[in-house]
């Protein structure tokens, strides 16, 4: 049997359980290791020589927190009866935390029990951290690298091992909610200054100062406050009223910020609420039935899966051609001066690449540097990076209008102007300078790869490397293959985005390649119903309650209304007759015209102040497009944003520009924040089904017209009763 938690005795009697889960640099929690703890736990409570337990890890951090794949499938493993299962399977570690709490204490006395003190050398989410609230004295250690917090609410569920209901207890509902309902991960010394954590200590004094307190300790120091008598719940019980008012307000930030939209929330404040009006054991319970809710939703199955499990797999190469390690040394950036092009080489240069910044003249590149030395004052302000850091990363950045100083250099990424010409030009202008094997990458949002590829030297190592703005900010990157483009250039391209910590999805080549494929007919729909006199604050609803970060006039206010002007004059250049006619261009055409060219001129679909900040939707559009006497039902108009997204996603599947439903599910939320909740648009119309999706489709194309044609893929998968992920997901290609 692998032992995973090392169980040793001292001459003093206390007895050390280290966390080591074996082939892992990071501890998870395992049903495996789930048994052994508690087989240790048991062992140690039941030695008479054993005065008191330090929990600790034997790596350079606690742990990282459940494993997700046995979140992912615990549902599907929880028998004929998945909600009597699942809740099951959730009291049994309550129970494991309890009896660690409990330490074999009198019930009426609360004597005789053993103190158990936490270790923790490091990071610790999730379970980890929560095993630590259930330690009777907590001791982390002073490394500047450890983050402690409970993250689980950013993969659609709550900490459900106890950590919502101990946390609230100790905290409040009010001040547990950056950790239960942010999810935020924080350092060591602000955890303690909220109160989860009793001492912050150098690290080499961790295991001495956890075991000097276990041998020190009293009865009464190990007994919780919710297990002593006269225990009241910090900031009111929900009956009080200072309780009242606090949950009131705790239940409008949920809702305000979530919009109705993603059902952990509100489960979670559902648990703490009514936890907070019962004993606690009771509250344990009731905190294990609202988590098995949450776990038998959809939901939190689908985000788990695109979120850790997918995202996870597309980052350590899923799709990787099987090429040599082709990590980059020495980058090149054409256009390196402009901000995408700066950004490019900002979180390069913050990677460890040499990087050379090229623009039309040494002035210009030279923009590129004063960026980059912005970004790095901001870290160093926030005590992020030092300031040798600092001058380690500028001093590998070069900023010059001087092409040869791209020689060496084994990428080079072209992030000029979305004009064919200009891109033509600066690709030839570099190709002279680079050596034999070099990859020449375009940045463009939406010019088809293989056409560009025909201004460089060897189409087989041109390929499409697609930044989101702001780039240092935003964790897609869109890889783009060329029809001629070699595996070599695809190797080297996720190879580079793996190196600078971010997420990538590979297409094939096609006009808006995928992400932008999908978002343009979001906005044109929000547009399209603003020129048919649907109420703007109707349709920014809708979107915002399905889940969409920004409704669709918003969104185009944030990216520029001219820039997508410009994308649609050229659009309809490259297609000519094709080129399908909407009303949403003759609304950008009389918008632009207005100057309301979006947040950048503080004029758009909404309107600002002198400071830019959002005043509300512009009043004088009724002007142009007077509001309808009937409105849409809301149902209806959330369908019409949710599917021009969808189906330009299956179009995609089905034409082969997208290769994995993962990626598209993963780049779909990371790019522009599909729905999350539904993990993806593939997850979502697997949640929907597929005969659903269709229904709705024809409805809509009866009554909207052919642009929500259902796809022939997904009207033979209704018919078929399949699933996305049960005919195209990892497993099922693995059976093929």
Sequence with gaps: MTEIFHYSVDADGVATIAWDLPGRSMNVMTLEGLAELDACIDKALGDEAVKGIVLTSAKADFAGGMDLNILAGMKASAGDD???????????????????????????????????????????????????????????????????????????????????????????????????????????????????????????ELQAAAKAWVLSAKDADIVKPWDAKGWKMPGGAPYSPQGFETFVGASAMINGKTQGAYPAPKALLAAIYEGAMVDFDTALRIEARWFTHILMNPSSGAMIRSLFLNKEALEKGANRPDQPDA?????????????????????????????????????????????????????????????????????????????????????????????????????????????????????????????????????????????????????????????????????KALDFVRQIRKTPIVVNDARFFYANRCIIPYFNEGARMVTEGVTPALIENAAKQLGMPLGPLQLVDETALDLGQKIAKATKAAMGDAYPDSPSDDLIDWMVEQGRLGRKAMAGFYAYDEKGKRQGLWEGLAGKYPLADDQPEFAEVQHRLAFAQVLEAVRALEEGVLMDIREGDVGAILGWGFMPWSGGPFSWLDILGAGKAVEICDALTAKHGERFTTPALLREMAQKGETFYGRFGPEAKAAA
Aim: charged share 25%; with cysteine.
């Design 82 to 204: 998945p909600a009597k299962g699942l809740f099951e399977g959730v009291m049994q570690m309550h129970a494991l935390l309890r009896k660690l709490e409990r330490a074999g204490m009198d019930p009426k006395t609360n004597k005789g029990g053993k103190p158990v003190a936490w270790a923790c050398p490091g990071t610790a989410a999730g379970i980890g951290l929560e095993l630590g609230l259930a330690c009777h004295r907590r001791f982390v250690a002073d490394n500047p690298k450890a983050k402690i917090g409970l993250p689980e609410i950013m993969v659609g569920i709550f900490p459900g091992a106890g950590g919502a209901t101990r946390v609230s207890r100790m905290l409040g509902a009010m001040a547990s909610a950056p950790f239960l309902l942010e999810g935020k991960m924080m350092a060591p010394a602000k955890v303690k200054a909220a109160g989860l954590v009793d001492e912050v200590v150098p690290a080499d």
């Design 327 to 491: 990590r980059v040394k020495k980058l090149g950036i054409l256009g390196g001066g402009g901000f995408m092009g700066a950004g490019i080489g900002y979180v390069s240069a913050m990677a460890g690449i040499e990087v050379v910044l090229i623009d039309r003249d040494d002035a210009s590149a030279a923009k590129g540097v004063e960026f980059i030395t912005g970004l790095l004052d901001d870290s160093l302000k926030k005590k992020r990076i030092a300031e040798d850091k600092k001058a380690a990363i500028l001093g590998q950045v070069t900023a010059t209008g001087d092409y040869a100083a791209l020689k060496g250099c084994d990428l080079v990424i072209e992030a000029v102007f979305e004009d064919p010409g200009v891109k033509k030009t600066v690709t030839e202008a570099a190709q002279q300078h680079l050596g034999e094997g070099a990859i020449f990458a375009s940045n463009t949002s939406t010019l088809p790869i293989t056409g560009l590829a025909e201004n460089y030297k060897d189409p087989e190592t041109f390929i499409g490397i697609h930044f989101f703005s702001p780039v240092h900010k935003m964790m897609l990157v869109e890889i783009i293959k060329g029809r001629k483009t070699g595996d070599a250039a695809v190797a």
